[in-house]
């Protein structure tokens, strides 16, 4: 009995914290994080936290490559895949990258938002690529 007397003043509760403002994730005044919004507005170009993660990964990729070539990988680590290209790391990475831009690109052609299910798709395909090709 006192279950159903808990649900039927739920509603009610609810409705009055949104009234007095509660629930709505954000403090009055406080906007909170977006990944929309421009890090610097000033700049040129519209730096969002999303388009500076990307961008900051995908530079974070080359460095990698370039210091696994560097120090262990001297001859760039060729081999020919199963596509019958011979491929050095970095020659992986790219195909990596263009893969996974063309994948979004369809998802969002099809599909639209979210965009979870490619992000896993494109994971899956450089996994693919590194081991593969």
Do not use: C, K, Y
């Not at 005044?29 to 519209?46: H, I, K, N, R």
């Not at 730096?47 to 370039?66: D, E, H, Q």
């Amino acid at each position: 009995m006192r279950r159903v007397l808990l649900f039927l003043l739920l509603p009610s509760s609810v409705r009055a914290q949104a009234q007095a403002g509660w629930g709505n994730g954000t403090p009055p005044g406080e906007t909170g994080f977006s990944w929309t919004d421009p890090l610097w507005p000033d700049l040129w170009m519209a730096w969002t936290p999303a388009t500076f993660a990307v961008f900051a990964g995908i530079f974070s990729m080359i460095a990698v490559i370039g210091v696994l070539e560097g120090l262990w990988f001297h001859d760039g680590l060729e081999r020919r895949g199963i596509l019958g290209l011979t491929t050095t790391l970095g020659d992986r990475l790219f195909i990596t990258l263009l893969g996974a831009v063309f994948i979004f690109l369809a998802w969002l052609g099809f599909a639209g938002q979210p965009v979870w299910i490619p992000l896993i798709l494109a994971a899956t395909w450089g996994l693919f690529v590194f081991w593969q090709v």
